[in-house]
């Protein structure tokens, strides 16, 4: 497994990848991997002669200086998991090697069809226009012929598919279910920073999320969400931010079980921020 950290590197690396007619499967990450990532990289390498793990803190996508200055970094542990995965080249560039200090300075724009005016897009302002920042920069250098995502992040993924058509390019955007601990709590690499009750708190989350799914269609999807809010507002430790049902492909509030509907949420624990959804109908 290579570990490169400069485009030239990572260039070199394709070329011959390519030249040997070799496909590329792609996933990025921020890094402190989790089963989760490890379950796109397996499945990358079962789908592609070559797996491209990139591996970076993206500053354009925080809106909270705390959150990225607490974002768990360590790319030798990254590494060895990866490595153990079947992953055939880390690229792990710095922010200058990625953004010239004009584009660190101005927000990126992207015509995000209403996607990004709901939900974590409300609540966290410009977010979505550093992930395409990235994403769009990572295709053209990787230029994959398959790019794999978590359906954790479910905004994220339709965002990407509608970036992925704009911006025309020719890749496969392969969509992968939710990993959870045995508890139910949704991977993320946040929750490293949660303390072991924390954990059990944050795994109420999910709790919540599976039994909503008993009332459907009986509560409609507004009645549904108050109960949700209701739920989570009665544990003690977390802090609802938002529940949204939201129909799948415009995430615009469902108002009617006969849309494909996903229920997303976002909660604080403590001071960590978790997501989290579920298909409702
Ligand atoms: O989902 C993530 O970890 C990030 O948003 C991504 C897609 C790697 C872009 O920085």
Redesign the pocket.
């Known amino acids: 497994m290579l570990i490169v950290n400069s485009v030239d590197h990572l260039q070199n690396a394709l070329a011959d990848v390519v030249s040997e007619g070799k496909s590329i499967g792609f996933i990025?990450?921020?890094g402190a991997l989790h089963a989760g990532h490890i379950s796109l990289v397996e499945k990358s390498v079962t789908e592609n002669d070559y797996t491209v793990v990139s591996v970076?803190v993206?500053p354009t996508?925080f809106n909270n200086p705390i959150d990225l200055e607490k974002y768990p970094r360590d790319l030798e542990k990254d590494a060895k998991l990866l490595r153990q995965s079947g992953c055939d080249l880390i690229f792990a560039p710095s922010k200058e090697i990625i953004y010239t200090e004009e584009e660190l300075q101005q927000p990126f724009e992207f015509d995000f069809g209403g996607l990004d005016q709901v939900m974590e897009g409300k609540f966290r302002p410009g977010h979505f226009n550093g992930?395409v920042q990235?994403?769009s920069k990572l295709f053209r250098l990787v230029k994959p012929q398959k790019a794999y995502?978590g359906e954790k992040?479910f905004q994220?993924l339709s965002i990407i598919h509608r970036m992925t058509e704009l911006m025309d390019f020719d890749v496969q955007v392969v969509d992968c279910p939710i990993i959870r601990e045995k508890s139910g709590l949704a991977l993320s690499s946040r929750n490293e920073r949660l303390t072991p009750k924390q954990r059990n708190i944050a795994a109420g989350i999910s709790k919540v999320l599976f039994e909503c799914r008993n009332f459907v269609p009986s509560f409609s999807p507004e009645k549904l969400k108050q109960w949700v809010e209701n739920e989570i507002n009665q544990i003690q430790g977390l802090e609802l931010e938002y529940f949204e049902i939201a129909n799948i492909k415009t995430l615009q509030p469902a108002t009617s079980w006969e849309e494909p509907t996903v229920g997303c949420i976002a909660v604080y624990c403590g001071d960590v921020r978790l997501i989290d959804n579920i298909r409702c109908s």
């Open positions: 990025p990450t921020m970076f993206n996508q992930v990235i994403v995502f992040d994220q």
